[in-house]
């Protein structure tokens, strides 16, 4: 079986697909990534064969001019918050809103005519059986379509699209912005829409079962299985800590990509400084110059994988990315979490700590004494570990990326 995969070109997005691509590959089928050529040598280093499509996207400099413009042209900033759940605000003019701005300001730069003409005519050329996609990356579907493959989709953290569309029917629906937004793309390869198209044939999810919105989506659940990219176990991570450890991160796209800082180096530097605890952070490089004595007990790395640090940690605190929030209930480790990044925002972080597993704090009220308060609540209190524990667990129960093979196996199979 020939298997497509697509991700918009974010190491956080590529890392996603990794296990389940890899599991694919073991059981004998062709696999090959298709992403803007921002993302070939990451691929590369996964061990799998790349297919640059499209000019280089440069998400960091798409933010950047998005952040200077007007709020109604920017999506950061837009009225329209695709995380919003309130049913008193959801009505049905903000969800079509919502679904209007998602188009237009986060999909479209996605799914630029170069790319989506590269990967189609590329599918076209090898056809697939199957194309798995990032759930950002429309490119995916429209491709599956134009070739006759089969198509399921993969989330990388809450499933708001389902969510806001499932809402925007409930409230009885009308011209549909992501049906317009879509027709339009595959208009180009005369195609038509339908339903299929938006959500996939299947939704591979690999979120606890506690994240899902009850939207009717026919969901196949995968673990969690962590991928950090390229890296090297430092050698210091072989010896066992001394006193309890910590690890303090800002995640991949929101270091890399948006340039956004949860909390200052000034504020971490003084919150733990008296702790008995190790902390070991990986921040922004202007985080790792900054002029703020650092305390002893405090190490500063610009990259250290979670997946070989994790398991030596008390706690961690992070921004809330679903990747990083991953890793740490994969391992069972208490969660500090500073929310605000584009997609989960506190949505996530609340719902793991409806878990008893983390605690989350307000980044834009942050101070060093909350900060520091917080971190030791998180410590020593049991409740927390236990409900880490808990949450580790119910992970673990999902199928492995290798037990979902056979059912993308059965998808293909049906569209055949």
């Not at 709020?71 to 900033?77: C, K």
């Not at 584009?342 to 597993?357: C, F, I, N, T, V």
């Not at 492995?400 to 196996?409: D, Q, R, S």
């Amino acid at each position: 079986m020939k298997v497509l995969f697509t991700t918009l070109a974010a190491n956080a997005h590529l890392y996603n697909l990794v296990p389940v691509a890899w599991a694919l590959r073991a059981a004998g089928h062709d696999v090959r990534v298709a992403a803007q050529p921002d993302l070939t040598d990451a691929i590369v280093q996964a061990g799998l064969p790349a297919v640059p499509v499209g000019n280089a996207l440069d998400l960091a400099e798409l933010s950047r001019r998005a952040r200077q413009r007007p709020e109604e042209q920017n999506l950061f900033d837009s009225r329209f918050d695709i995380t919003e759940t309130r049913e008193e605000v959801l009505d049905l003019d903000y969800t079509r809103g919502v679904l209007a701005t998602w188009c237009s300001m986060g999909l479209e730069p996605l799914a630029h005519d170069t790319a989506l003409d590269d990967v189609v005519g590329f599918a076209r050329s090898w056809q697939p059986d199957l194309v798995v996609w990032d759930a950002l990356t429309y490119l995916g579907p429209i491709a599956a379509r134009a070739s006759g493959a089969a198509q399921v989709r993969v989330l990388f953290g809450l499933d708001h699209v389902a969510r806001v569309r499932a809402r925007f029917a409930e409230l009885g629906g009308g011209t549909d912005p992501v049906a317009e937004w879509l027709s339009a793309k595959l208009a180009r390869f005369g195609l038509a829409f339908d339903e299929e198209l938006v959500l996939g044939q299947r939704t591979v999810d690999p979120l606890p079962p506690w994240t899902r919105f009850p939207t009717g989506v026919d969901y196949l659940p995968v673990r969690h299985v962590p991928y950090n990219g390229r890296s090297v176990v430092p050698a210091w991570l072989a010896e066992p800590p001394t006193r309890r450890r910590v690890c303090v991160t800002l995640g991949l796209s929101r270091r890399d990509l948006w340039g956004v800082e949860r909390f200052s180096a000034e504020h971490l530097f003084e919150a733990v400084a008296d702790l008995d605890v190790e902390v070991v952070a990986t921040l922004t490089a202007r985080q790792l110059h900054s002029p703020t004595a650092r305390p002893d007990n405090v190490r500063l790395h610009d990259f250290v994988p979670l997946d070989a640090l994790l398991p030596t940690c008390a706690a961690v605190v992070h921004h809330g990315g679903a990747g990083t929030m991953g890793n740490a209930v994969a391992h069972g480790v208490p969660q500090l979490v500073l929310p605000g990044n584009l997609w989960d925002k506190s949505g996530l972080a609340d719902l793991l700590a409806e878990q008893g597993a983390c605690l989350v704090l307000d980044p834009d009220r942050l101070t060093a004494a909350e900060l520091r308060a917080q971190l030791l609540r998180l410590l020593e209190e049991p409740s927390f570990a236990a409900g880490a524990e808990k949450a580790r667990e119910q992970a673990q129960s999902a199928p492995t990326p290798h037990e979902v093979v056979p059912e993308l196996e059965r998808v293909a199979a049906g569209r055949r």
